[in-house]
């Protein structure tokens, strides 16, 4: 079992900057591919990002690629997500995720444990 638990959501203005952290517990966190989702009131959760288990391999979407960076550091436990340049459709709940898998996986399937999300929210 992997614990996930996410921070850093809040309110920021169009333009700004947030950094999203995901502490995990539980497992050996570099065993883990992990991921970052986002779902938005009426929408389904979407794929955001994801990084393979020793950082070195990263995949982003399209919407959000050149202005979200996620790196991880594994004596940490820790994935983040920094998000630049937000805008009004980047606000949702961000959740991130681990999988068991060795690759950038974009499927919600291929994730076999998730946080609880955080709320991002981003204003005029």
């Known amino acids: 079992q992997v614990r996930l638990v996410e921070s850093g959501g809040g309110l920021v203005q169009a333009g700004g900057s947030l950094r999203l952290s995901c502490a995990a517990s539980?497992?050996?966190?570099?065993?883990?591919?992990m991921g970052w989702f986002r779902q938005a009131p009426g929408n389904e959760r979407e794929f955001v990002s994801a990084?393979?288990?020793?950082?070195?391999?990263?995949s982003y979407a399209d919407s959000v690629k050149g202005r979200f960076t996620i790196s991880r550091d594994n004596a940490k436990n820790t994935v983040y997500l920094q998000m630049n340049a937000l805008k009004h459709e980047d606000a949702a709940v961000y959740y991130c995720?681990?999988?068991?898998?060795?690759?950038?996986?974009?499927?919600?399937?291929?994730?076999?444990?998730w946080g609880q999300g955080t709320q991002v929210t981003v204003s005029s």
């Open positions: 995720a681990a999988n068991r898998g060795v690759g950038l996986s974009r499927a919600e399937g291929s994730y076999d444990y």
């Open positions: 539980g497992r050996t966190f570099s065993d883990y591919a």
């Open positions: 990084i393979t288990r020793g950082g070195s391999g990263t």
